[in-house]
């Protein structure tokens, strides 16, 4: 798949709630997602949206998550890694995921400049 010459790069961070099969309490979940926020801050830029809310499921079990966007994230993509790995020991998270990739806005004339 080509890439249109103004997409921009994106990078998109999901948490989820719970800790195994019950959620985490609501005064940990807002520690949980201010510190993903500030490690992203610190690292590659600060989101553009936090998006946050039911929905998400682990190992079929619906949780609670947030999703924080950042658009042209700089170079700091280990550093976060590593930030990350510590967030998920700190909060009994098995996992965070991190997706890359590239933003195109697209219109009824197509792509847009």
């Known amino acids: 798949m ?38 992203l801050g610190a690292t590659v830029g600060e989101p553009s949206f936090e998006i946050a809310g039911p929905g998400g499921r682990w190992h079929g079990q619906a949780e609670s998550s947030a999703v924080y966007i950042v658009l042209r994230p700089t170079e700091g993509f280990d550093r976060l890694r590593r930030v990350l790995i510590n967030l998920a020991t700190d909060f009994g998270q098995q996992s965070i995921a991190i997706a890359t990739g590239r933003s195109e806005l697209v219109g009824p004339a197509g792509s847009i400049e």
């Open 2 to 39: 080509s890439q249109p010459a103004d997409s921009i790069p994106i990078l998109f961070v999901t948490i989820g709630r719970n800790l195994g099969l019950e959620p985490m309490s609501p005064p940990k979940w807002w520690a949980f997602r201010g510190s993903v926020r500030a490690a």
